[in-house]
């Protein structure tokens, strides 16, 4: 589970493995929904503050699509009797999502589903502790926005379709070159940002019980794996396409690099956005320079950018 506390220190990506299974319900069979709300076993109620952001597709080969806030999960489902519903694990990309996220809490959650009913047109998922489960609501009358590698986004939120397509052709790109991050990285990042905490930490993590402590470092780890990652993808995109970079919370972000892969990806048949208002909405972010905060052409945060590590930066 993740810890009322920790919600708002970071929410980081976790990538398990993913394990077939075998679909059966013909009644979940390539439906997609979102999510209304997840209630826990002490009455904790969670409601994401777009559904958009968080839904599943059930397929007909038995894997599933999961939207979860950031990023994107892939997975597997079984379902060997009306009412009888389980995942496989769900290996999800590795975005570190905004403070409040519900990513966590609802991979956790369908981690924990035992049975489905469809009830009232809602898919309400029962998990294994009691009192516990997952209520969604159907996106099929969701319009198409976009088809990235031969997947479907429905939606009529721009930042959705943004974060899909950036995330499935970066997992792409990563894989295809072989980027990742190394141990010795990790644990590099991980010490600059103990001396930027100092000795004491903050005060939030005082009152953490020692679980929470634990799983506060392997969040920290996941969000140094992504950081570090991201920051390699971005240098190797910059190598190729050069252009402006912009500032970021998270690190420098080549956005000319960003535009100029995009449109040779599109070329190639990768992905497609449906509808002239949605492309026209989607384009903006990478040819409206009124909306960044770009490093100075030739300036010393340009020439710093992709040339000091994360990992290596004082």
């Known amino acids: 589970m993740i810890f009322p506390n920790l919600r708002h220190l970071m929410c980081a990506a976790i990538l398990v493995v993913l394990t077939p ?15 209304v709300r997840i209630t826990s076993a002490s009455d904790r ?20 699509a999961i939207g979860a806030d950031c990023n994107r999960g892939f997975g597997s489902w079984r379902s060997e009797a009306a009412g009888q519903l389980e995942f496989g694990p769900i290996a999800t990309t590795k975005a570190m999502c905004p403070p409040g996220s519900l990513f966590g809490t609802y991979l956790a959650s369908l981690g924990q589903v035992s049975g489905y009913e469809i009830k009232e047109g809602h ?14 609501e159907p996106v099929s009358s969701a319009p198409l926005a976009a088809t990235v590698l031969g997947e479907a986004v429905r939606t009529e939120d721009v930042a959705v379709v943004r974060d899909v397509v950036l995330g ?11 980027i990742r991050a190394e141990r010795e990285e990790i644990d590099a990042h991980l010490e600059a940002l103990r001396k930027g905490m100092g000795e004491n930490g903050s005060a939030d993590e005082k009152s953490l019980t020692p679980e929470e402590a634990e799983q506060l470092g392997e969040l920290r780890q996941q969000m140094a794996r992504s950081i570090i990652r991201q920051w390699k993808i971005n240098k190797a995109l910059y190598d190729t396409y050069g252009g402006r970079i912009i500032y970021q919370q998270l690190g420098p972000e080549p956005l000319d690099a960003y535009r100029n892969f995009l449109e040779q990806r599109r070329s190639e048949g990768a992905f497609e956005i449906h509808g002239k208002a949605m492309a ?25 950018a992709f040339a000091v590590p994360p990992w290596q930066a004082q």
């Open 123 to 136: 898919l309400h998922l029962a998990t294994t502790a009691e009192g516990s489960g997952v209520e969604l």
């Open 280 to 304: 026209d909405a989607f384009w903006r972010y990478f040819t409206d320079d009124s909306i960044h905060d770009f490093m100075e052409p030739g300036g010393a945060d340009e020439a710093r």
């Open 168 to 178: 499935r052709l970066f997992e792409q790109f990563a894989q295809k070159n072989g």
């Open 45 to 64: 109620i969670d409601e994401p503050e777009d559904r958009d952001r968080y839904t599943i597709e059930f397929q007909a080969d038995g894997s599933a």
């Open 21 to 35: 299974t075998t679909a059966s319900a013909a009644e979940l069979t390539g439906t997609s929904w979102r999510l």
